[in-house]
């Protein structure tokens, strides 16, 4: 086993940070990022850096120990952007610095702007990607952080994550790059889309310490779409440096973050006399009394707001989520109302509600995930017979990754609810190539199209794919999506709609479709 004498070393002009199993844990700074809400996005394209020094200032005097550096906003030059943005940040920040980009031109500009050791954020583990990314990293004698990412896009398993991990290991050592030198991402997913996510990161943290490979963590993602994200974080935190966490991407102004990761590096024996908790408590949040809590408590569904009547139980089923009641709610109301009705009144009227509750933070990722696999159940149950009727469903719609983009964890959820509102969805997967979507929509008869893109590396392909569906099918409806991606970009390469959300993309689709409920046929 490989056991790196000094762990990953990131460096600036003064200051030294050594990363790695049983070495101090690694803050690095998340605020510096044109996807965070904040006057980055309007000054950056604007050559201004004021509010980019501030926050370079203020994570250093929280304590961050490497600024994160990204300005992926899709109009701007990036590699000008990003050599600017490092010199900023390096006139305001003697620290380390991340260079965090998904284009390597844009690292590559990044890596020559700084001086010392930096850290590359990040590429993945296809072949494409890997070695061209541990080649740059070599070539400017930087670290490199490694997303367990292949062709075959997110793994599905832990075993396979783990399988990801050790063909980066492999890949590393075939190109003589030194495995102190990479940085692996552990892969936080919602804990709100997979209940089991949260262990199987633990456990690949835990290989990776054992390995003796650094590792690092995005916390905040674990929380994603639930309540009280502060307390999940927190907690996820500290059980991700019990189980051998090096570094971790997050905000080093949150002071709970900050006093969590002080504590849980003291107990884990990485702060010798405890002299940096000691010297990091008077930034502690002092005592105080319960606070009334903000965040609206996510309580039983309120299904007394569902109209009395026959459909009743059915609504009560998709909204607590039981798929099998539903069902059984279903094939015992088409004994006695047609399949429309079925949907347009028992279906439609409690995931508008499941919706409303959402929006308003009473329902939370998870439930509104079984509430439209329980929908769909139902759905599923009136569109059989509908289908053998002759009847046509109340609108088809593809839905994609754009390729070179492989998350879709977003466009999954998003599938499932259309399905579980009476559309017929067909998924392509992530990572899918243009012709292919267009030959697909061109013979599939589809009204509408949806377009994902995490990546900003992506956009470009996504403003493409959209160009060219708008040519070749100017009948067909065109929406884009995904974290990197806004109203304005969507607008700016010519798509019909954008929306923030799953729930918000439903209606987004029935307000273009102008299908409120199914037809009579």
């Given amino acids: 086993r490989f056991e790196p004498e000094a762990g990953t070393a990131l460096a600036s002009r003064g200051r030294l940070q050594l990363a790695g199993p049983g070495r101090p844990f690694t803050v690095i700074g998340e605020r510096i990022n044109v996807s965070r809400k ?8 604007m050559g201004e850096w004021g509010t980019l020094r501030l926050e370079a200032r203020k994570q250093t005097e929280a304590g961050a120990a490497v600024p994160d550096v990204n300005v992926g906003l899709p109009s701007i030059d990036q590699e000008g952007a990003m050599a600017e943005a490092v010199a900023a940040v390096q006139q305001a920040s003697d620290l380390p610095l991340s260079i ?16 010392g050791i930096p850290l590359i954020n990040s590429f993945t583990a296809r072949e494409d990607s890997l070695r061209p990314g541990l080649a740059l990293a070599a070539l400017h004698g930087a670290a490199a952080a490694v997303l367990p990412m292949d062709e075959e896009g997110l793994p599905e398993t832990l075993d396979a994550r783990i399988a990801v991990i050790k063909k ?4 590393a050592d075939e190109e003589g790059f030194p495995r102190r030198g990479l940085v692996i991402d552990g892969l936080t997913l919602a804990a709100g889309a997979d209940l089991d996510a949260a ?13 003796g490979v650094t590792s690092m963590l995005g916390v905040s993602n674990i929380s994603h779409g639930m309540p009280a994200r502060g307390l999940l974080n927190r907690t996820f935190l500290a059980m991700a440096m019990a189980s051998g966490l090096s570094a971790a991407i997050m905000d080093p102004t949150d002071m709970q973050m900050m006093e969590t990761a002080a504590a849980s590096e003291l107990l884990a024996g990485l702060d010798p006399k405890g002299a940096r908790f000691i010297s990091a408590s008077k930034n502690f949040a002092p005592p105080s009394s319960p606070a009334v809590p903000k965040e609206p408590a996510a309580g039983a569904p309120s299904v007394s707001l569902l109209p009395e009547g026959p459909y009743r139980p059915l609504g009560e089923a998709v909204l607590e989520g039981d798929s099998k009641r539903a069902a059984l709610s279903a094939e015992e109301l088409l004994q006695t109302v047609s399949p429309i009705s079925l949907v347009n009144e028992g279906v439609i009227p409690a995931l508008t509600l499941v919706g409303a509750m959402y929006d308003e933070g009473k329902f939370f990722l998870p439930q509104l995930i079984s509430a439209a696999a329980a929908a769909e159940t139902a759905c599923g149950k009136a569109m059989e017979l509908i289908s053998a009727a002759g009847g046509e469903p109340r609108g088809k719609i593809l839905l994609a990754t754009v390729e070179g983009d492989l998350h879709d964890l977003g466009k999954n959820v998003l599938g499932t609810i259309l399905r579980s509102h009476g559309y017929l969805v067909k998924d392509l997967g992530k990572d899918v190539p243009t012709e292919k979507i267009l030959d697909e929509t061109e013979k599939g008869g589809y009204q509408v199209v949806g377009l994902s893109a995490l990546m900003t590396s992506t956009m470009k392909t996504m403003a493409a794919t959209v160009a060219k569906l708008r040519e070749s099918c100017p009948d067909v409806f065109v929406l884009a999506g995904g974290a990197s991606v806004s109203d304005a970009f969507a607008k700016s390469i010519g798509a019909h709609g954008f929306a923030p959300d799953a729930v918000s993309a439903v209606r987004l689709v029935e307000s273009l479709l102008g299908n409120e409920n199914i037809k009579e046929q």
């Fill in 38 to 45: 904040s006057p980055l996005r309007d000054e950056i394209p």
């Fill in 100 to 115: 965090d980009s998904d284009s390597l031109s844009v690292i590559e500009a990044g890596l020559r702007a700084t001086a």
């Fill in 168 to 171: 980066v290991l492999a890949a």
């Fill in 199 to 211: 262990r199987s990161t633990l456990v690949t943290l835990a290989f990776l310490r054992d390995e």
